[in-house]
Structure formats: structure tokens, C-alpha cells
């Protein structure tokens, strides 16, 4: 995994997923700056991006500017998401995550910790 601030890519995913994973405080501009990269990398060869953030974080560590850059990124790629799967054990952070489900397409589905090798699997498929 290459650090970048308090997240960290996750490698070793098929080339049509981009994974990252929050350990500590994230803002907007960390977000923003590790996550786009690795979407246009991944679109650069396919039409949808699929994507895994595991929040291995408490949700106040993840900056309430982190979520809007999250939805502003969710605009940016609007009919390029795939499936996107949220790995965490914070009940608190479903709730903001829920919008993605209802305003852009793809598929959402969340995951508990104990349960990344199945949301790897599942983000995977095409």
C-alpha cells in the first residue's frame, strides 16, 4: 500500500478498482488528491470505475469536508461508477453515505471490517 496522508491506496486490485483506506484524520483535499488520480488510472481502460474505502477511522476523523469532497467527486465521474463498496464498523458514517445510493448510479453496498476479503470480491465483479 503507498501512503498518502492518512490514506492509503490499496493495490493488488483488478484493474477495473480503485481502493482506498482511511486510517486517521481525513480532509477534503487528502481525499480528493488520492482518489482522482486512481480513478482516471482505472478509466483510462475501462468504462466504469468500481471502488472500495475501507474507514478504519473514527467518523469524526473523517472531516466533514472529506464527505463533500466524496459527493463532489461522485458528480464529477456521474456515469462512470460501478459498484462501490464502504467497508467500516462506523454505524454513523451509513447515514452520509447514503445519499451516493439515491442521487448516483451504480451499486452501493457496505461491508463490516471483519468483512473486506467479501467486499473485494463482491466490488470486483463486473
Known amino acids: 500500500m ?10 493488488n486490485l483488478p484493474p477495473h478498482v ?8 481525513v480532509t477534503e483535499t487528502d481525499y480528493e488528491e488520492a482518489l482522482i488520480p486512481i480513478i482516471d ?9 468500481n471502488f472500495v474505502l475501507v474507514l478504519e477511522t473514527d467518523i469524526r476523523n473523517f472531516v466533514s469536508g472529506a464527505w463533500c469532497g466524496n459527493i463532489k467527486i461522485g458528480f464529477k465521474y456521474f456515469f462512470k461508477w460501478g459498484r462501490v463498496a464502504l467497508v467500516t464498523d ?23 471490517l471483519d468483512e473486506l476479503d467479501r467486499a473485494i470480491k463482491w466490488v470486483s465483479l463486473k
Open 2 to 11: 503507498k501512503k498518502v496522508d492518512m490514506l492509503q491506496l490499496i493495490n
Open 18 to 25: 480503485a481502493g482506498l483506506h482511511a486510517f486517521a484524520e
Open 41 to 49: 488510472e482505472v478509466l483510462k481502460t475501462n468504462r466504469k470505475i
Open 90 to 112: 462506523q454505524q454513523g458514517v451509513l447515514g452520509f453515505s447514503d445519499l451516493f445510493r439515491y442521487i448516483i448510479p451504480g451499486k452501493f453496498e457496505y461491508f463490516p
